[in-house]
């Protein structure tokens, strides 16, 4: 992403506290975690941190240990996630369990994990904001493990009577959840009004939606060159995709029958991955869910008419463009 070079350097700074904070911990618990972030990413949070931050008139200086903590906890859950749903690919190479089993990336994510709460906890700002901090952190991250769990628990149980209020209910915490906090975080650093917290974490939570949904989309059309993860995955993971929930709300009996079939088998053979393709395209399912990502990102660039004209705002514009028009 380019729009937002005048954060550059503020991104540079969490990388490194990242990785020189990770390398004082022992390189038999910590040693995968510093090539696994080295792998890049979006670090579409951390942005949204500083940009909400300055948009709301504060200094990107203040949030670099804030914006490096939520960016560490996203890659616990990566870790965790790609465990749970047996991925091969992140980023474009092999999956840390794939790489090193199951018991060594498990521990690893664990290890993340209480890094980023020591480094939060230790935070040096004022007790009382610290606290309010926390609390935001706290609940935000229950929420995406919450969102995963119960993800979790319709593959488990079999569901495919999946409601798209349901859908919609998980993601907002498994996936928008995190979005909300950076942009909470940025702008409760910056010290901003009760009003413009809760417009920016609602900005941030819509075009996490959408960000999933088109996630979703890719992992059916996209060029693995450019997604990085493998195109299919989600059918062979059995996921309960928006496309799918709208599918099955609409397919007839034979349809609905062998959609479920092939998401139930697991298969990873291309030919199944096709036909359930070929079911989801058939009830327009795909054009549906990203008509539905544009429409929240619509939503999403109304709620930020709290903000002054700025090069911040503009550059929130852009990211919520960019979420619906990315191939990656």
Same mark, same amino acid.
């Given at each position: 992403m380019h729009f937002y070079p005048h954060i550059t350097k503020y991104l540079s700074q969490v990388e490194t506290l990242m990785e020189t904070g990770?390398?004082?911990?022992?390189?038999? $618990? +910590?040693?995968l975690l510093i090539p696994f972030l080295k792998r890049g990413g979006k670090r579409i949070r951390p942005s949204l941190c500083f940009i909400c931050c300055?948009?709301?008139?504060?200094?990107?200086?203040?949030?670099?240990?804030?914006?490096?903590?939520?960016?560490?906890?996203?890659?616990?859950?990566?870790?965790?996630?790609?465990? &749970?749903? *047996?991925?091969?690919?992140?980023?474009?190479e092999p999956t840390l369990h794939v790489s090193y089993g199951? #018991? =060594?990336?498990?521990?690893?994510?664990? !290890?993340?994990?209480?890094?980023?709460? &020591?480094?939060? $906890?230790?935070?040096?700002?004022?007790?009382? =904001?610290?606290?309010? =901090?926390?609390k935001l952190y706290a609940r935000s991250f229950k929420r995406v493990v919450d969102g995963q769990g119960v993800e979790l628990s319709w593959i488990k149980n079999g569901r495919f009577d999946i409601t798209e209020e349901e859908y919609l209910t998980m993601i907002n915490g498994k996936t928008s959840a995190l979005m909300g906090l950076s942009c909470e975080i940025g702008a409760f650093v910056a010290k901003a009004n009760s009003g413009t917290l809760a417009?920016?974490? *609602?900005?941030?939570?819509?075009?996490?939606?959408?960000?999933?949904?088109?996630?979703?989309?890719?992992?059916?059309?996209?060029?693995?060159?450019? +997604?990085?993860?493998?195109?299919?995955?989600?059918?062979s993971e059995g996921k309960r995709t928006l496309m799918v929930v709208h599918c099955l709300e609409r397919a007839d009996n034979s349809d609905k029958k062998k959609l479920i079939e092939?998401?139930?088998?697991?298969?990873?053979?291309?030919? *199944?991955?096709?036909? !359930?393709?070929?079911? %989801?395209?058939?009830?327009?399912?795909?054009?549906? !869910?990203?008509?539905?990502?544009? &429409?929240?990102?619509?939503?999403?660039? %109304?709620?930020?008419?709290? %903000?002054? #004209?700025?090069?911040?705002? *503009? !550059?929130? %514009?852009?990211?919520?463009?960019?979420?619906?028009?990315?191939?990656?």
């Open positions: 990770l390398s004082t911990q022992d390189e038999r $618990v +910590y040693g300055g948009a709301v008139g504060g200094r990107y200086g203040d949030v670099v240990e804030p914006a490096s903590i939520i960016e560490l906890f996203h890659n616990f859950t990566l870790v965790h996630d790609d465990i &749970e749903d *047996d991925s091969q690919f992140r980023r474009g199951i #018991p =060594m990336a498990l521990n690893s994510g664990d !290890a993340l994990y209480t890094f980023l709460w &020591e480094r939060l $906890v230790s935070l040096k700002i004022d007790p009382d =904001m610290l606290l309010q =901090m926390q417009a920016l974490r *609602d900005y941030g939570e819509k075009i996490g939606t959408a960000f999933q949904v088109q996630d979703d989309v890719l992992n059916i059309t996209g060029n693995f060159d450019k +997604y990085k993860k493998e195109i299919g995955g989600d059918i092939v998401l139930s088998s697991h298969s990873k053979k291309q030919g *199944d991955i096709n036909v !359930a393709i070929h079911i %989801l395209n058939k009830y327009d399912s795909i054009t549906y !869910a990203k008509n539905i990502s544009n &429409e929240l990102i619509a939503d999403a660039k %109304l709620g930020l008419s709290c %903000l002054k #004209p700025s090069v911040d705002k *503009d !550059a929130l %514009l852009a990211i919520a463009d960019y979420v619906v028009k990315r191939e990656s």
